[in-house]
Nanobody, 115 residues
Framework: QVQLVESGGGFVQAGRSLRLSCVAS????????MYWYHQAPGSRRELVAT???????SYADSVKGRFTASRDNAKNTVYLQMDDLKTADTGVYYC?????????WGQGTQVTVSS
């Protein structure tokens, strides 16, 4: 079992920044890919960033150049630095990981970007 707990969401104006955190209940950030998903109101969850176990990162086109994902293995934590936020970034952000055949989600953290 793995618990994932996100934090760092909030209400910001367009163009500002937020930093999300996801803490895992055990050390998986160094051995598993970690994912950040975004669910806009009325839409399905979409993958926006991956922190690969190798340390590499990848991003959806919609956030490339604005979002930066990273990890701190000593803290079992992954981060999502979100800069130049847009109203389209509004929604709930979820942390996700697969361990074996099991998929784990955090409870999500709400981000609201006003124009």
């Amino acid at each position: 079992q793995v618990q994932l707990v996100e934090s760092g969401g909030g209400f910001v104006q367009a163009g500002r920044s937020l930093r999300l955190s996801c803490v895992a209940s055990r050390n998986i950030t160094s051995t598993r890919n970690m994912y950040w998903y975004h669910q806009a109101p009325g839409s399905r969850r979409e993958l926006v960033a991956t922190v690969h176990a190798t340390g590499l990162t990848s991003y959806a086109d919609s956030v490339k150049g604005r979002f930066t994902a990273s990890r701190d293995n000593a803290k079992n934590t992954v981060y999502l630095q979100m800069d130049d936020l847009k109203t389209a970034d509004t929604g709930v952000y979820y942390c996700n990981a697969w361990v074996g055949c099991s998929q784990y989600w955090g409870q999500g953290t709400q981000v609201t970007v006003s124009s």
